[in-house]
Nanobody, 125 residues
Framework: QVQLVESGGGLVQAGDSLRLSCVASQRNGLRYSMAWFRQAPAKEREFVAG??????????ADSVKGRFTISRNNTLNTVYVQMQMNTLKPEDTAVYYC????????????????WGQGTQVTVSS
């Protein structure tokens, strides 16, 4: 089993920055790829950014490319995933979810097995 806990959301103004964090605790030894998704009210959950197990490959939605940066640090039983979000826009407002899965770079939510509870990001204009 993998437990994911996100933090770092909040209320900011357009143009500000936020840094989201996700702590993934696991004991099964599997090498999970990680990703951030987001879901705005009345919209489907969408892929934001992903990173391979080694961190050597990263993937971004076109809407955040150049503004968001995903990174990770792997330890024996815990994975730390961060997403630096710069130049935030009102359309970035959503609940952000951290996810773990075995398909590196997948943009499909169903490909991810484990999910955090989400953290709210609100960007005012």
């Amino acid at each position: 089993q993998v437990q994911l806990v996100e933090s770092g959301g909040g209320l900011v103004q357009a143009g500000d920055s936020l840094r989201l964090s996700c702590v993934a605790s696991q004991r099964n030894g599997l090498r999970y790829s990680m990703a951030w998704f987001r879901q705005a009210p009345a919209k489907e959950r969408e892929f934001v950014a992903g990173i391979s197990w080694s961190g050597g490959a990263t993937y971004y939605a076109d809407s955040v490319k150049g503004r968001f940066t995903i990174s990770r640090n792997n330890t024996l039983n815990t994975v730390y995933v961060q997403m630096q979000m710069n130049t935030l826009k009102p359309e970035d407002t959503a609940v952000y979810y951290c996810a773990a899965g075995m398909y590196s770079g997948s943009r499909v939510p169903e490909r991810y097995t484990y999910w955090g509870q989400g953290t709210q990001v609100t960007v005012s204009s």
